[in-house]
């Protein structure tokens, strides 16, 4: 089994700070990829961000590029990420995802998600 732990949700207020983390624990070879994805209410899930965790490789939304921030620890298979200048809009569930290889078998992981709020 895998497991994906998010921490970090909360309530912000406009212009304010926060980090996402999301750890990746389990019988797992390795991880391949790791993003953020959210889901507004009455909206579709979206993609927020993605890195590769071998090279680094970042994807972002346009909505969000240069404001958040995505990395990652390989030493620890957890993923962050950091968000500044934080908007109404960006109010959400906040998902985890990962690409991950477990023995010979490669899937897609979510975790359970983390409310962010932006509000005054």
């Known amino acids: 089994q895998v497991q994906l732990v998010e921490s970090g949700g909360g309530l912000v207020q406009p212009g304010g700070s926060l980090r996402l983390s999301c750890a990746a624990s389990g019988r797992l070879s390795s991880v391949n990829a790791m993003g953020w994805y959210r889901q507004a209410p009455g909206k579709q899930r979206e993609l927020v961000a993605t890195i590769t965790f071998v090279g680094g490789r970042t994807n972002y939304a346009d909505s969000v590029k240069g404001r958040f921030s995505i990395s990652r620890d390989l030493a620890k298979n957890t993923v962050y990420l950091q968000m500044n200048s934080l908007k109404p809009e960006d109010t959400a569930d906040y998902y985890c995802?990962?690409?991950?290889?477990?023995?010979?078998?490669?899937?897609?992981?979510w975790g359970q998600g983390t409310l962010v709020t932006v509000s005054s």
């Open positions: 995802n990962a690409d991950i290889t477990r023995l010979f078998n490669r899937g897609e992981y």
